[in-house]
């Protein structure tokens, strides 16, 4: 394939994200300085970056973890809006953390103002509806121990 013609492709933004969750099911959320809703961990996968090194990356910047990333959860193509371009937005499985990990979570203050443990209720009462769908199916896909593909947070495959 020419450069040229690779020039012409179209570019989407793409985000990843991890599911944390506690002992007692409930997922971790953390509430950005910048946003009027809370978001599951993640972010921005940075050029030449892979969304699976993204959200180790994130980890560490955002809560201070070194945590692996397991297994894809979801794929979430999310249409154009005014503010922003079409993207993909997926989220790994983070598994349980511990006690211990959880005791060392230190958030940046210029980016996260808090983080929380939230059940399915709280967690819709704090998203975006958007988002609030993608981490139940997320939440879903980890228990049925399988992989779905959303369209604007939908389920379609």
């Known amino acids: 394939m020419s450069k040229d013609f690779t020039a012409t492709l179209p570019r989407k933004r793409m985000g990843a994200g991890v599911l944390l969750s506690d002992d007692r099911g409930r997922v971790l959320l953390v509430e950005p300085t910048y946003k009027d809703y809370w978001e599951i961990p993640g972010g921005a996968v940075e050029a030449d970056e892979?969304?699976?090194t993204a959200v180790g990356?994130?980890?560490k910047e955002e809560l201070g973890l070194v945590v692996q990333p397991g297994r894809l959860l979801v794929t979430d193509?999310?249409?154009p809006r005014p503010e922003r371009t079409e993207g993909l937005?997926?989220?790994?499985d983070g598994g349980v953390l511990t006690p211990e990990q959880t005791?060392?979570?230190?958030?940046p203050v210029e980016e996260l103002r808090s983080w929380a443990w939230?059940?399915?209720?709280?967690?819709?009462?704090?998203?975006?509806?958007?988002?609030?769908?993608r981490i139940a199916a997320a939440?879903?896909?980890?228990?049925?121990?399988?992989?779905?593909?959303?369209e604007n947070?939908?389920?379609?495959?």
């Open 153 to 157: 947070g939908f389920f379609v495959a």
């Open 50 to 52: 892979s969304p699976y």
């Open 89 to 92: 937005m997926m989220v790994f």
């Open 139 to 150: 939440v879903r896909a980890r228990a049925e121990e399988t992989v779905v593909y959303l």
């Open 118 to 133: 939230c059940t399915e209720r709280e967690a819709g009462e704090r998203l975006s509806e958007l988002l609030a769908r």
């Open 77 to 79: 193509w999310v249409p």
């Open 57 to 59: 990356r994130e980890l």
């Open 103 to 107: 005791a060392q979570i230190r958030l």
